[in-house]
């Protein structure tokens, strides 16, 4: 018997809970992980609140991340004592995912931890340093490069937009944060912004083109700033867009994009390829030393996992949550 958190719904009532399950309950899959780490992202905190329409069958254990050590496989990617981590694949929302002390899933689902990392400090870099990794890729392929101006990140006291900070800022560029909490400035430039700006700046609608003044950006907001942020690149310039905490509409003209020749990178961290996923992991390897994200950390225990949900919502935490499993 192993705890797992596990939400249950009975007809319009949702409840979340820790409870006691054996092997046999776990899905279908050819490895079993002894899950040691978890995260709380915002896909998770929804879940387990029910104030968003992520779970799509119950009952379900969330969790989009975990990371641990392989106790069985039919794997041919993997053997038992292998350290592997998850990112997405619809875990914690279709198949029960990370927020249990064991998970049942496919071999090709799974990433090899890199040697730099412990299983923990691949969850404090987690699906939230993955995708910043994803993104800040696709803007270097879009030919965004660090001489070609500042670079903006959007809701960059998130987890997703703190790491892209950091990963962009080692790579040279001059990176421009924005956030809605002023009281994040200095946090955000220890990890590399050169300014931090308010989110008002691009909260109300402007013009179909504004000033040219960004050479790409990351946004993980999405709604009326990613329009705003569209409006004000360069020509020739790139957005990567990844997240929607400030809604799914998506309000902006073709301007940006025929008059300028900006591209919107749309980034799928969730069913992105194998080999992208491993090379994404690699890279975050080389750049990142997890130690220097510890300051950003809010570690839980397993228990904790609904009350760190609602702060996550509540807008009272930054930098990563982590979860013990074991």
């Known amino acids: 018997m192993f705890d797992a958190l596990m939400i249950e719904k009975n007809g319009e009532t949702q409840t979340t809970s820790i409870r006691q399950i054996d092997d046999t309950m776990l899905p279908d899959g050819d490895v079993l ?3 040691e780490w978890s995260t709380i992202n ?7 609140t029910g104030k968003g329409p992520i779970v799509k069958s119950f009952p379900m254990i969330p ?9 069985e496989s039919k794997s041919r990617y993997f053997k038992p004592g292998d350290r592997v981590l998850l990112n997405g694949w619809g875990v914690g929302e279709k198949h029960w995912g990370g927020l249990a002390q064991h998970a049942r899933v496919k071999g090709e689902w799974l990433t090899p931890i ?14 939230a340093g ?3 990794m994803l993104c800040v890729t696709a803007l270097e392929r879009a030919g965004v490069s660090p001489d070609k101006g500042p670079i903006l990140v959007t809701g960059a006291s998130g987890g997703v937009g703190s790491i892209a900070v950091m990963l962009l800022s080692r790579l040279g560029y001059t990176v421009v944060a924005v956030t809605g909490r002023p009281s994040e400035t200095d946090y955000l430039k220890s990890l590399g912004a050169a300014e931090v700006i308010g989110r008002e700046t691009f909260s109300h609608k402007g013009k179909p083109l504004e000033k040219a003044v960004w050479a790409g950006a990351v946004d993980v907001v999405g709604g009326q700033i990613l329009a705003s942020v569209c409006a004000a690149v360069q020509p ?3 957005v990567a867009a990844c997240g929607l905490a400030g809604g799914m509409d998506l309000p902006l003209t073709v301007a940006p994009f ?15 390829p194998r080999k992208e996923r491993q090379e994404a992991w690699c890279r975050l390897a080389e750049l990142i030393d997890a130690k220097e994200l510890e300051s950003v950390v809010s570690e839980c225990s397993l228990s904790d996992a609904i009350g760190a949900a609602d702060n996550l919502l509540a807008g009272k935490t930054h930098g990563r949550i982590i979860i013990r499993t074991q």
């Open 33 to 35: 992980v002894g899950v």
């Open 42 to 48: 915002y896909k998770d905190a929804l879940a387990i």
């Open 63 to 71: 969790g989009v991340d975990f990371a641990g050590e392989v106790l």
């Open 114 to 127: 890199p040697l730099a990392f412990t299983t923990r400090e691949a969850m404090i870099v987690g699906t």
């Open 130 to 132: 993955y995708t910043a």
């Open 236 to 238: 020739r310039g790139a």
């Open 258 to 272: 025929i008059l300028r020749g900006v591209s919107l990178l749309g980034i799928d961290s969730t069913s992105c």
